[in-house]
C-alpha cells in the first residue's frame, strides 16, 4: 500500500518532474558534447576547446584542426546516430508492441549490409578492393550509396508487403526473415570471397562513426531530421497503437496510413545511419526502455525527444569508451554500445521491473 | 420519450469475406435490421461464437460488412472518414490493455484523439471533457496510478472512461464484464445505465450474463446460432418464447417464472410451498437445489409453509401423517430428505 501510494504522483507535479527531467537531458547532451571534443587520443583542456568553439584564436594549431576536423564531425555523428535509431527503435517498439523490436527488425539495415557487401565484395572481383580503397572520398560515397540502395530495396518490399499483410505480428516475423534472407546472402558471397574483401567488410561491420566528414554531414542530419519530423508528427498515432490498432482505429487513428509513415521514418533513421555509420546494435533497443524508466511516460509526445536526447547522450558516452582517452586505439564503436549498454539495460530492468510491462 | 434513431442497419450482413485459404465467405449473421436509440441500453445476447464480438465490430466500423448497410444519424457509415466515425462511436472492446508507465488520466485523454491536432495536444475543453468523464465513472480516486497496477474492475471502468471522454453519441462494449466479480460485475452495468439515461447516449453491450441482462437492458438484441437476429424489450423475448429458443443449445432449462435458469433438473416429487414471500423465495432455491420441483398450488402430499414471526423464519412441513417445525433451511432439507427416505424404505 505505501509503495503504491508513494508511486502516485499528481499529474501537475509529473508534468513539471518530465520538463525537469529534459532540460536535465539536455544539459546532459552538452557535457558529453564537450567531454567527446575534450577525450580522445589527445586531451585537450576544456579552456582551449571552449575558444576554438567561440571561433577564439589558439596556439595550438594541431588542437583547432583536430577539433573541427575530427573530433566536431565525429561528435555530431555521435549526436545523429544515436538519436536517430533510438528513435527508430521507439517506433518499432510501439508499432510491434514487442519490447524487444529495435530499428533493424523490419530487415532495413540487414539491407544496407547487403549493398554494402555487393560494392565489396563483387565490384572488388572485377576492380580489385584497392581502387575504392584509393579513391577514399569517391569510395566511401560509393559504400553510402550501397548502403543507401539496399535499405531502400528492403523498405520498398517491406512497404510493398504491409500493404498486402494487414497483421503486424506477421509483417514483424517477415520483417526478421528479409533480414534472414540477406545476411545469407552475404555469408555466400564472403564464402567465394578473398580474405581481404571479407576483413574490409568486416571492419565496415564494425560501425565507425569517424567516416563521415562535414562535407558530407549535412546529408545524413537532412536525412535524420526528415525521419525524426515524420516520428514526431506520429506521436499522437503511436499513442493510440499503444493500446493495439482496435482501439487506435476506433479513436480516430488511421492505422494503415500511419504504419506507412511509421516504417518511412524509421527507415529513413536508421538506413541512412546504417549507410553512414555501419551497422551500430543495441542502441536502438536499449534507449527507448531508458528513456521510459527514467521519464516514467509512455507518452509519445515526451518520449520522442527524451528518446533522441538520451539516444544522442548514450552514443557520445559510447564514443568516449570506444575512443579509449589517452591512448591512440580506437574500439569498435558497435562493440561498445553493446558493452556498455547492456549492463545498464540490465540494471534499469531488475531495479524497475517494468520493461515488459510497457506492452502486452 | 420521442424515440431518437443514432445507429441502424438494414439488412446487414457481417462475417469474413474470402481470403487466403478461406475458399468462400464466412457469413456470421445475416438480414440484421436493429436500431439503438438515444438514453437506450442495449445488451446483445447469443450463445459463444453466434457472433456478438463481430456484430459489435461492425457497427463501430472496426469490420467491414458483408453485405448490407450501417446508418450513422441517418448516414450510411461508409460515408464516414475513420476520425468522423470515431466522433460518434467510440468502444471498449476485449483486447487487454496492460500498458506499464502510463498513467490513467494519460489512458482517458487519449480518447480525445478524434478531436486533438496532429500532436495531440489538449486544449482546455479537452482537459474540461476529460475530467468530467474522471468522474462520471468514479475513478478519480486512482487517476494518477500506472494503468498496469489496475484491478479488472478499475481497468474496465477506465476505458469507459476514454470513451466518455470521445463524447460520442453511443458506446460499443464488447463484454465488458467478462472477467470481474459480482460485485464489479453490477457496478459497471449500473454505471452504463446512469450514463445512458444521464448523458443520453446509445449503449450497447454483448454480455454472457443473461439473468444481468435481462435486467439492465430496454432492449434485447439476440443472435441463435444460425446468424438470425431478434430484437425487443427483454420481457417481450421471454415471454414469446424467442429468449429460449436462442440458448436451446446450451441445454439448460430457462424458467419463464423466474426468469433465470435451472441448474438442476428437477428428479425428484413436487413439493407445495407457501408462505411469506422472502421466506418463499429462498426455500423454493434450497428445494430445487436438492432437486425437488415446487409447486404454488395445493394438492401434493408434502407441503411447507415457510413463515417470518416475531423476527425469525419458521418452516411449517407437514406430509400425510406427520407435522414439523424447522427453524432453518438446512434443518427443513434434511427432515424432508429423511421424510423420502423412509418413503423409499416403505416402498
Redesign the interface.
Known sequence: MNE?SQ?????EK?IGIRSLYLGLLLGGLLVFFLLNLMLGSVDIPFKEIITILSGGKTNHFAWQKIIINIRIPRALTAILAGSALSVGGLQMQTFFRNPLAGPSVLGITSGASLGVAIVMLAAGTITSIFAIQQLSALGSWIIIGAASLGSAAVLLLILLISLKVRDNVTLLIIGLMIGNITIAMVSIWQYFSQPEQIRDYLIWTFGSLGGVPLNRLWILAIVVLVGGIIA??M??SL??L???E??A??????VSSSRIWIIVSTSLLAGSVTAFCGPIGFVGIAVPHLT??LL????H?VLIPGTFLMGAILMLACDIVAQVPGSSTTLPISAITSLVGSPVVIWVIIKRK?L????? | MIKQTIISTHDLEIGFPTRGARKSKKVVASEINVALQKGQVVCLLGPNGSGKSTLIRTLSGLHSPLKGSIFLSGKNLSQFSIRQTARKISTVLTDRVTIGNLSVYELVSFGRSPYTGWFGSLTPKDNEIIEWAIESTGIKPFIDRDVMHLSDGERQKVMIARALAQDTSSILLDEPTAHLDLPNRVEIIRLLRKLAHETKKGILLSTHELDLALKAADNLWLINMEGEVFTGTPEDLVLDGTFESVFEQDSFDFDRTTGSFTLHQPTKEIIYLFGDEVAVFWTRRALEREGYRVSQSNGTSLQIEAVHRNGRFEWTLVNDHEEFICTSVGALISRVQKIRQSVDMEG
Open positions: 503504491r508511486k502516485q504522483i499528481s499529474s509529473k514526431i508528427g506521436s499522437k499513442n493510440g499503444l493500446l493495439g482496435n482501439y482505429r476506433s479513436m480516430g487513428i488511421s521510459r524508466s516514467g511516460t509512455n507518452d509526445r517494468n515488459q510491462a510497457s506492452f502486452s
